[in-house]
């Protein structure tokens, strides 16, 4: 192992961007249909993994939401929660906040109940026996009405304690921001933060619509910024965080290669960009490997690194002391390595 990828191994991390959904991995997918007597479409886990060749976000989803069909019960919301966060733990991710589609699995005819109990009863366990910290996301989907999710946050206020913003993900073309602004008003009277998925395959105007409409804290992705300068200048000007996904981008062909990204460069014209995972199970990686394949792929120096740690500290939805902690793991990471340790 080099000295770059030894400092990313012991990097400690924050993430950002991680739908919850997207880190069922298939041998779970598998023992979680035959635990609820669910026929797959596939017959393998090998069968699975070849079925995710992705031409674009509309493709993945259709696959995604397929498999999401196997959570049925509490303790399946449990189990995959427990396992992303023990893939935290290896990874060195000290505080993570990650999404959940409660219309997924409502329009199933799952409770929301039953959704929200397993995953923070993991959260919760996370907590305490790891020492990861948590935040919880509520998306709605947009290519569902804004009635829908309406409803989808009425049904969340009971939960509101649990749930420190709301999100908006599924298929971004044709579902512009402007459609959920409503939703979005009476989220943030509610006392819910915001953020939204933006400029991922849609226009850089729906980075604009999710700032100045539903006055979101940080752009999910957000990559297609770089064909508005203004915007790009705006979003240094106001230092609002992007979570991007590299390795998502590529599986879902938002840059050919990797080597195409522009997180590098959004990066050194001092955008406030972070790596995230997304889907790990569907994308080839968690934040780990997405650390890795894009510090060699576009060769990030451990300044650079340290921008992007540093920046998702600064960009999490954290109380002053955990905060204050995490940036103090970082600046001793960064002494190590600066000491030739890794
Ligand atoms: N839901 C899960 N992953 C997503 C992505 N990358 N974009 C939009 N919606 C999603
Ligand atoms: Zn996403």
Known sequence: MDSLDTALSRLPKVELH?????????????????????????GSVEEIRQAYEFSDLQSFLDIYYAGADVLRTEQDFFDLTWAYLERCRSDKVR???IFFDPQTHTY??????????????ALDEGREQLGISSRLIMCFLRHL?????????????????????????????????????AVFDRARSEGFLTVAHAGEEGPADY????LDLLKVRRIDHGVRC???????????????????????????????????????????????????????????GYIGENFSA??????????????????????????????????????????RCELGCG
């Open 18 to 42: 991680m739908h919850i959904e997207g880190s069922l991995e298939p041998e779970l997918m598998f023992e979680l249909a035959e635990r609820n007597g669910i026929k797959l479409p596939w």
């Open 207 to 210: 980075i604009r619509q999710a």
């Open 145 to 181: 009405s804004a009635e829908a999710a309406i409803e989808t946050l009425e049904q969340a206020l009971p939960w509101q304690r649990h749930i420190i913003a709301v999100g908006l993900d599924s298929s971004e073309k044709d579902h512009p921001p402007e459609k959920f602004q």
């Open 294 to 335: 894009t510090a060699s792929a576009l060769n990030l120096s451990l300044a650079d690194i340290d921008r992007l740690a540093r920046n998702a500290i600064q960009a999490a939805f954290l109380d002053a002391e955990r905060r204050e902690d995490l940036l103090i793991e970082l600046d001793n990471w960064r002494e």
């Open 108 to 121: 199933r005819g799952i409770a929301f109940e039953t959704v929200i109990e397993g995953i923070t009863r």
């Open 226 to 284: 770089v064909d508005d300068p203004d915007l790009v200048a705006r979003l240094i000007a106001e230092q609002v965080p992007l979570t991007v996904c590299p390795l998502s981008n590529i599986k879902l062909r938002v840059f050919d290669k990797l080597e195409d990204h522009n997180l590098a460069e959004l990066l050194r014209a001092g955008v406030c960009v972070t790596i995230n995972s997304d889907d790990p199970a569907y994308f080839g």
């Open 95 to 97: 505080h993570t906040e």
